[in-house]
């Protein structure tokens, strides 16, 4: 694979060291222009070989694909823009501010004959991949319950009345799009596409900083909340008719889940995997890629089409800006 990066925050920053596992062919990245020393830090401490600070040039070099690391609201344009120039894409989650803006970038990569993913650690961790194996094991599903909530670091300064993009409805932040949005495909991922939700949530200034989403499965509930306004331990619990599964932490991190029968028999599964989150969807990306696996794409492009229907629902619920 050879990948141009887009952007050099957190993101770009976790994806160094699986870069260096899994040998990539050629690594550039793009920054901006008032930031190109922190570009070039970047590239020296991490071996990469070029930094761009144009995108259109970017786009013109060696690179198959694009992986976007940007701010929500800019997903679409620069995904894109890389598909129009006969590039992979790979996007950061969100995916995409909107259902429509998805559904135009999978109809790009259609006619473009590209491949375009979701970047949603959850689906390729091994701690979830067996979850999905043993869920039988617990019976009839009746509720989950999972909980993402972080008191945000940009919090503070919103409330002073600053809108950074993360609290900034024009931009696709709040918690629905930053945390919530992992319980909704971690719940997705294992059941599918619900016959409707209800999403309440605590508005400021036209965003929801918390809020509880129910994804009501006709036989079985789902509640997820989020928040970005206060803390709390993540966790989540399955409840089935002949037992329950505990996970400790997001979702998006799992690396253990104990299911307890009804008798209070305790079994762990901890995968065997010391790799980061982003190595074992990274893995996947490069070999359906190279294998050309439209199957394994469109797979994950379902899941990714369910929860941005699901997120856009809750929004509107709310009554946020959804127009993009």
């Known amino acids: 694979m050879k990948i141009g990066i887009l952007g050099t925050g957190m993101m770009a920053g976790l994806l160094m060291p699986v870069i260096k596992k899994l040998n990539f062919e050629y690594v550039a990245v793009l920054g901006r222009r008032e930031s190109e020393e922190k570009v070039r830090t970047l590239c020296r401490e991490n071996g990469l070989d070029e930094y761009f600070l144009d995108y259109e040039e970017l786009l013109g070099s060696d690179v198959d694909t694009i992986y976007v690391a940007l701010p929500n609201d800019l997903h679409w344009e620069f995904a894109r823009k890389a598909l129009t120039h006969g590039k992979h894409v790979i996007i950061e989650k969100p995916v995409t501010a909107s259902l429509a803006q998805l559904q135009d970038?999978?109809?790009?990569?259609?006619?473009?004959?590209?491949?375009?993913?979701?970047?949603?650690?959850?689906?390729?961790?091994?701690?979830?991949?067996?979850?999905?194996?043993?869920?039988?094991?617990?019976?009839?599903?009746?509720?989950?319950?999972?909980?993402?909530s972080k008191y945000s670091s940009r919090y503070d300064a919103f409330r002073a009345g600053q809108i950074l993009p993360a609290f900034d409805p024009k931009r696709a932040g709040g918690a629905m799009m930053d945390l919530n949005v992992y319980n909704v495909h971690g719940a997705v991922g294992l059941f599918g596409k619900p016959e409707k939700v209800n999403y309440e949530a605590n508005i400021e200034r036209g965003i929801d900083t918390s809020g509880v989403l129910t994804m009501d499965?006709?036989?079985?509930?789902?509640?997820a909340a989020a928040a970005k306004d206060s803390n709390a331990p993540a966790a989540c619990v399955i409840q089935g008719t002949e037992g329950c599964i505990l996970i400790s932490g997001p979702l998006s991190q799992m690396d253990r889940y104990q299911i307890v029968d009804n008798q209070?028999?305790?079994?762990?599964?901890?995968?065997?995997?010391?790799?980061?989150?982003?190595?074992?969807?990274?893995?996947?990306?490069?070999?359906?890629?190279?294998?050309?696996?439209?199957?394994?794409?469109?797979?994950?492009?379902?899941?990714?089409?369910?929860?941005?229907?699901?997120?856009?629902?809750?929004?509107?619920?709310?009554?946020?800006?959804?127009?993009?």
Do not use: W
């Open 105 to 148: 970038l999978i109809g790009t990569a259609g006619k473009q004959g590209k491949m375009i993913f979701e970047a949603m650690t959850i689906h390729y961790l091994p701690a979830y991949r067996s979850l999905k194996e043993h869920l039988h094991r617990i019976g009839d599903i009746k509720l989950m319950t999972v909980n993402y």
């Open 264 to 324: 209070g028999n305790m079994t762990e599964y901890r995968p065997d995997s010391q790799e980061s989150r982003l190595y074992h969807e990274f893995v996947e990306f490069q070999r359906m890629i190279r294998e050309h696996d439209r199957a394994g794409e469109k797979e994950m492009l379902d899941i990714s089409l369910t929860a941005a229907g699901v997120l856009e629902e809750a929004r509107r619920q709310a009554g946020i800006i959804t127009e993009f």
């Open 217 to 223: 499965y006709g036989t079985f509930k789902v509640c």
